[in-house]
């Protein structure tokens, strides 16, 4: 089955705290791509990053970073010194069957406290 | 560029009630997408076009719900009749292989309230 589990479904931390939000997914492809997006308060998906099943490498960008780890099947998404802005819906999604498909998890609000 | 495109933002209807929701993609996207997301919950994809066929639409409720993307640019979405479960937020996206392989553009949403 093609899946994707977020298991924390809210988080709160306080200002200039860092968090992480773990993904953990499950496919058959062995091609594929995962992708996180951010929910703020209006609604409007904003892509985060994608990142093919053939590159471990991690990504930064700013305060924002991404462990890839096909061992464990995890993509987790960390924040670094979280601001209040940061506070929204996060949701990890997984593209298969060469990017015909896909599939969110069912995402984690993170709420960020001045 | 123009995003995703998406009308009403708002929708109050009444049960059995119909109604349509109407998408335009980015241009020269192939691929268009519907989403149901109901409130504390992840997206969930109603159906898929490519172009104006369709690749996807194994959790659309077909006994109620219908789509179509004539011309392969714009696409609407009827729900009909209307059951106080589909209160949602309606959200369409875009993506085309050609671009970022796949990477899906949402528009804003419709959020439906069915009384």
């Known amino acids: 089955a093609q899946k994707v589990t977020q298991a924390q479904t809210e988080i709160s931390v306080v200002e200039k705290e860092d968090v992480t939000l773990d993904c953990v997914y499950e496919?058959?492809?062995?091609?594929?791509?995962l992708f996180w997006y951010k929910q703020p308060p209006s609604g409007e998906l904003v892509f985060l990053i994608r990142r093919n099943s053939f590159d471990e490498q991690n990504e930064i960008s700013g305060r924002y970073s991404w462990n890839f780890q096909k061992s464990t099947s995890s993509f987790n998404f960390t924040i670094t010194a979280s601001q209040v802005v940061d506070s929204a819906v996060y949701f990890c999604a997984l593209s298969f069957n060469y990017g015909q498909n896909f599939v969110f998890g069912p995402g984690t609000r993170l709420s960020v406290l001045p | 560029e123009a995003g995703v495109a998406q009308s009403p933002r708002y929708k109050i209807i009444e049960k059995r009630q119909s109604v349509a929701f109407w998408c335009n993609p980015i241009s020269g996207h192939a691929t268009l997408y519907w989403y149901q997301q109901i409130l504390g919950q992840g997206p969930k994809l109603l159906i898929q076009f490519q172009n104006n066929g369709v690749v996807d639409d194994s959790q659309l409720p077909k006994d109620r719900f219908s789509a179509e993307r004539l011309k392969g640019v714009d696409s609407t979405l009827k729900i009909q009749p209307a059951k106080l479960e589909d209160s949602a937020v309606y959200l369409c996206?875009?993506?085309?292989?050609?671009?970022?392989?796949?990477?899906?553009?949402f528009g804003p949403g419709t959020r439906l309230t069915v009384l």
């Open positions: 496919t058959r492809d062995t091609t594929y791509y």
């Open positions: 996206a875009s993506s085309s292989l050609r671009v970022s392989y796949n990477e899906q553009f």
